[in-house]
């Protein structure tokens, strides 16, 4: 489960365990090791085996060493959650070379990575990428995050058909999402506007991901490969209201 300390990943990681598995919790920096041992300590209450592993998904070295660890400790995986991001918010056009080298290293070549260490401890099981809506509508200041998570999204439907059909490679899609570091980002009039557009009469919260990550990890979605679902309360469905 990567990037797991907090906001969208600390739900699915606690979902995850609701419903009986034991989830590594992955982080980046040493100053969120106290967030990430808190959601471990969540899921050790919840009766399940845990392990906080910090390491740079951007970083080859570091994510050789995370997943020998998990081989080690655990021997096999089922569930790899891929939902670690970040990313440099401007006008594509002041994006600079390093910032475009930041966000494909971390959104893309981070997702692959994984998905390669991931595979020869996965005899079965489910992958799952976490995009945004930026993969098909323009957002402000989100271009190059938006070209990452539209890239996730066709790699998304390219490792469904390779890994079939033992493993199953989804993507859940979220619209704006409260209660996160993004989230906190936006002013608070302008949540409140995005709500009022929303069909379901509010913004996507963290436990709404979790619940449909939990679902395509499910056998009940075993029929389901390579599909971006998007969960955004019908924001994306731009109905005049
Ligand atoms: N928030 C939204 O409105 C929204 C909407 C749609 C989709 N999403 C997607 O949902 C996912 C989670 O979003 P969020 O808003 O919950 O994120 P967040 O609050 O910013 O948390 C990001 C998580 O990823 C980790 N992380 C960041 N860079 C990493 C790296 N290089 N290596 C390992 N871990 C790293 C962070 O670890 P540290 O705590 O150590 O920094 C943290 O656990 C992302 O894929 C995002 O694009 C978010």
Request: net charge neutral.
């Amino acid at each position: 489960m990567t990037g797991s300390s907090r906001g969208i990943g600390r739900a699915i990681a606690l979902e995850l365990g609701r419903r009986g598995a034991d989830v590594i919790i992955n982080h980046r920096r040493n100053s969120t090791r106290a967030q990430a041992q808190a959601v471990a300590e969540e899921l050790s209450q919840l009766g399940r085996r845990t392990l906080v592993l910090k390491a740079d998904v951007a970083d080859p070295q570091d994510v050789a060493q995370m997943f020998s660890i998990i081989q080690s400790e655990f021997g096999k995986l089922d569930i790899l959650v891929n939902n670690a991001a970040s990313a440099v918010f401007r006008p594509l056009i002041q994006l600079e070379e390093k910032h475009w080298e930041h966000v494909w290293d971390v959104n893309l070549r981070a997702i692959n990575l994984c998905i390669k260490h991931a595979v020869p401890l996965m005899s079965r099981g489910a992958i799952v990428n976490i995009t945004s809506l930026g993969s098909i509508r323009y957002l402000p200041n989100y271009g190059a995050l938006g070209a990452a998570k539209a890239a996730i999204e066709s790699l998304t439907r390219s490792y469904a058909v390779e890994l079939a059909p033992a493993i199953t490679v989804n993507a859940v899609c979220g619209g704006l999402v409260d209660e996160t570091g993004f989230s906190s980002m936006i002013p608070q009039d302008e949540k409140e506007r995005i709500a009022q557009l929303t069909p379901a009469g509010r913004l996507v919260k963290p436990e709404d991901i979790a619940k449909v990550v939990a679902f395509l990890c499910s056998d009940d979605a075993h029929m389901i490969r390579g599909q971006s679902i998007i969960v955004d309360g019908g924001l994306s469905l731009g109905l005049l209201r």
